[in-house]
């Protein structure tokens, strides 16, 4: 493991039942890396995505989070969990809390930033998406495509080192896919750790640095966006881009 | 809307104030029993407990049909609206009763005559003696002749009870069970149980140099009382059965009574008061709205504290049980939760009370009112805790997650984010369970408590009116459950204002 390693997956296996969905992931992400995860649905992309914060128990194998086996019962999960945050499909924004308070919640009460201080940060950041007049909506007021920027907001406001995106445009309507995939686009050249599983192959060629292709539970290749669009080796891979693209 | 909402209620409440007035119009004829002869196949009013209803049931066999009621008035009421066709009840409150209603009189032949005598636990054989002791003194100094003679017959009130000079109550105290619901032997005046008993008890305190302490529960509770060890004695107009020596001693008879025989006599019942004569008579009269006042207190005190415990309670046992159930953990734990859920949803909240209060406090001397707090509270907590339940389960997954994989602890995001929105769910719901609860409530008078209900009993018994103070009580019931429900309504638009 190197220095420059954020997360380091060893063997990961998770089963539901007799179910297998991750059979030996080894996986090692580095710091600043923009990973896209691809792969038939079914193949466990959103799985190793729920383990890498635990949301799933992995039933076998060890995850390091910048040296520090999160898979360990040892671990205080709660603060490793702060480094990683997680943006959902269907956005889980907090119906009962205004978009500010969305996102303050967290550092607020888990990093005891004052209240001043964390809603000077969140307008920033809703500056940053374009959404700074929305501070005192609620959710349910909101589009689609304004809820996820939303969301990505409430992972930032946390500060982590790593983002985890669990198919971030699949619950929206086609025309708000953009404004949200903008918002990625931005982040990914601020150097922050990005882990994102996706369908928006385009968002993989232009913004990934590199692309895991998961099948059948393992990693079936590994590789530059360049390698994997224009010389895909693995039969699977082929049949999965033919179709897709 | 607000308009056609109150306007609604009020003609709910004209409704139910005009059923009872034709309710109570009606004359009915006289009686068919006008000679013991006639009992066989009667239908028989009783006070449920007393020896007139054990007599009566001899009359079973016969074809007569016994109504046992919990207070004497309720059977007279009974008799006057034709539900019974005479009842047979102590000689001395027959008297009173007869005197109030000019249509009902009393048969020339007496149905038996009887001796009272004070209960006493069978342990307790030393108080038996000492009682016993002190009994034959004031026969024999006359006291106790003087007494009788202060509530029955010509010179009554002439003769009151007081206690000699320098007498100490240095000796502990006296705890006397009783029913003040049997004029003149022990009843309500002004807020004071006075009677007969109660100041016979009195003397023999003075005597025995103990305070006396008086608790007034239903007739039928006596003996479970004295046994139980919540009452040293139990005085009220109690005769020796074999039954009731299978549980208790009593001591030697005080007096001697004699069960009768109340008829219609087809008569004008002279009680056609104007509202306005009646209203007087069951609120303004000797005080008469301090029972109303001082058990809508009772009411509202155990109402409010019981709420709170089951809310406490409630949310509690609600989120372990989700817990368990999503994590599959604690399953001992989950089973006792079920359990209690379970026992106290299938049991009635009356035997519950009466339980706590005569079989779990059985040997201690415990305030009602915090036993029945307590009992409310844990009825409404079984019922809160699978409306609380399913409001947690209402809330999305996602929910939690959100709120898991920023950092939050489980408490922590149950606390910040299921809670807040499962309340909200859960209302309209929440609201029902407090006004259930507040009518609930009206069943704190078994154990002795003067609540609203039990307040009405009070004045009926002594106006033998059914109409003004079940009509006045429901009325409060009803208000306090408007008051009630538009708090909840406010409270629920407030928080639906947050998500619009």
Avoid at chain 2, 14 to 24: K, S, Y
Avoid at chain 2, 330 to 341: G, V
């Amino acid at each position: 493991m190197s220095n420059n390693t954020m997360i380091h997956i060893e063997n990961l296996k998770k089963s539901f039942g007799d179910l297998t969905v991750l059979n030996g992931v080894d996986l090692d992400i580095n710091k600043g890396e923009v990973v896209v995860i691809l792969g038939p649905s079914g193949c466990g992309k959103s799985t190793l995505l729920r383990c890498l914060n635990l949301l799933e128990v992995p039933t076998d194998g060890k995850i390091f989070l910048d040296d520090t086996e999160i898979t360990s019962p040892k671990t205080d999960l709660n603060k490793q969990r702060q480094k990683m945050m997680m943006v959902f499909q269907h956005f889980n924004l907090f119906p009962h809390l205004s978009i500010l308070e969305n996102l303050t919640i967290g550092p607020m009460k888990l990093k005891k930033v004052n209240k001043a201080e964390a809603e000077e940060k969140a307008m920033k950041l809703l500056k940053r998406v374009g959404l700074e007049s929305k501070a005192k909506d609620y959710p349910n007021q909101l589009s689609g495509g304004q809820k996820q920027r939303v969301a990505i907001c409430r992972a930032l406001a946390m500060e982590p080192e790593v983002i985890l995106f669990d198919e971030p445009t699949s619950a929206l309507d086609p025309e708000m896919v953009g404004e949200v995939l903008d918002v990625m686009k931005n982040l990914a050249e601020t150097g922050i750790t990005m882990i994102c599983v996706t369908h928006e192959i385009g968002f993989a060629r232009e913004v990934a640095s590199r692309v895991i292709f998961l099948d059948q539970g393992k990693v079936a290749e590994d590789a530059s966006p360049k390698e994997v669009f224009q010389s895909p080796k693995h039969p699977r891979l082929k049949e999965f881009l033919s179709k897709v693209m | 809307m607000k308009l056609s909402k109150k306007i609604g209620s009020l003609f709910l409440i004209f409704t139910i104030a005009a059923a009872a007035l034709c309710g109570c119009g009606n004359e009915i004829g006289e009686s068919k029993v006008k000679t013991i002869d006639d009992l066989p196949g009667a239908i028989i009013g009783t006070q449920l407990g007393t020896t007139g209803d054990i007599y009566a049931s001899d009359y079973e066999e016969e074809g007569s049909v016994i109504k046992q009621f919990n207070k004497g008035s309720d059977a007279i009421m009974a008799l006057k609206q034709g539900k019974v066709d005479c009842v047979i009840i102590d000689n001395e409150p027959a008297k009173k009763y007869v005197s109030m209603n000019q249509n009902l009189s009393i048969l020339d032949e007496e149905f038996v005559v009887e001796d009272y005598a004070i209960c006493i636990a069978k342990e307790n054989t030393e108080l038996k003696d000492k009682i016993n002791l002190a009994l034959a003194d004031l026969k024999e100094k006359g006291t106790l002749n003087e007494i009788i003679l202060n509530y029955i017959g010509d010179e009554s009130g002439n003769h009151p009870y007081v206690s000699p000079e320098g007498v100490n109550h240095s000796n502990g105290k006296l705890v006397m069970a009783t029913n003040a619901q049997f004029e003149p032997y022990e009843y309500r005046e002004n807020g004071e149980i006075v009677g007969i008993d109660v100041d016979m008890a009195t003397a023999l305190c003075d005597y025995l140099g103990m305070e006396l302490e008086i608790q007034d529960i239903e007739f039928d509770s006596i003996i479970t009382a004295v046994q139980s060890g919540k009452a040293d004695i139990g005085v009220a107009g109690m005769t020796i059965t074999e039954d009731r020596l299978k549980n208790v001693n009593f001591s030697d008879p005080y007096t001697t009574a004699t069960q009768v025989i109340i008829v219609r006599n087809g008569g004008d019942s002279g009680n056609l008061l104007q509202l306005k004569e009646k209203f007087e008579n069951n609120f303004i009269k000797d005080n008469r709205w301090k029972f109303i006042t001082d058990g809508l207190l009772h009411t509202i005190q155990i109402s409010f504290f019981a709420v709170l415990i089951g809310i406490v309670l409630g949310f509690l046992l609600a989120i372990i049980r989700f817990t368990c159930d999503t994590t599959r953990k604690f399953r001992i734990l989950n089973w006792i939760c079920k359990m209690y859920i379970t026992v106290i949803r299938g049991t009635p909240a009356m035997i519950q009370l009466l339980i706590i209060y005569y079989v779990i406090f059985a040997s201690v001397n415990i305030n009602p009112v915090f036993v029945a707090t307590v009992a409310f509270g844990l009825n409404s907590s079984a019922y809160m805790a699978e409306i609380v339940r399913s409001g947690i389960s209402s809330i999305d997954i996602g929910q939690f997650e959100a709120g898991r994989s920023m950092g939050f602890n489980y408490v922590q995001t149950m606390w910040n984010f299921i809670l807040p929105q499962a309340i909200r769910n859960i209302l309209p719901a929440l609201g029902n369970e407090f006004i259930v609860l507040l009518k609930e409530t009206s069943i704190s008078g078994y154990i002795g408590i003067i609540d609203l209900t039990r307040g009405g009993d009070l004045i009926r018994s002594r106006t033998y009116d059914a109409f003004m103070p079940l009509i006045g009580i429901a009325l409060i019931y009803l208000a306090m459950v408007m008051f009630l429900s538009m708090l909840v309504g406010k409270l629920e638009r407030r928080l639906k204002n947050d998500v619009k």
